[in-house]
Nanobody, 125 residues
Framework: QVELTESGGGQVQAGDSLRLSCVVS????????MGWFRQAPGKEREFVAA????????YYAQSVEGRFTISRDNAKKMVFLQMNSLKPEDTAVYYC??????????????????WGQGTQVTVSS
């Protein structure tokens, strides 16, 4: 059984930093792209960042480019999202996910197979 478990969310002030973690069980993450998505109230789930298998390339949404950094530890089966200079518009539930799809589709949420339960990030101004 595949399980993804996120942690590290919380409530912070604008300009602060948070580091999200996701631990994966039940599959060899080295064979999968690892990614982060987020969903704000009343909005669709959106792509945030991804790390291609086994970890050579990274991809970011324009809205977080330069502020967020995705990294992975294949041996520990973990993926991380370092979030700096947080803004109120970053407030959302953040989900980690795994995918074996083509890189051309890496920003599409429907191409990601396994998902965590999400962790809430709230940024106040």
């Amino acid at each position: 059984q595949v399980e993804l478990t996120e942690s590290g969310g919380g409530q912070v002030q604008a300009g602060d930093s948070l580091r999200l973690s996701c631990v994966v069980s039940g599959l060899p993450v080295i064979n999968y792209h690892m990614g982060w998505f987020r969903q704000a109230p009343g909005k669709e789930r959106e792509f945030v960042a991804a790390s291609s298998r086994p970890g050579g390339r990274t991809y970011y949404a324009q809205s977080v480019e330069g502020r967020f950094t995705i990294s992975r530890d294949n041996a520990k089966k973990m993926v991380f999202l370092q979030m700096n200079s947080l803004k109120p518009e970053d407030t959302a539930v953040y989900y980690c996910a795994t995918s074996a799809a083509a890189l051309s589709a890496i920003r599409r949420s429907d191409m990601w197979r396994y998902w965590g339960q999400g962790t809430q990030v709230t940024v106040s101004s």
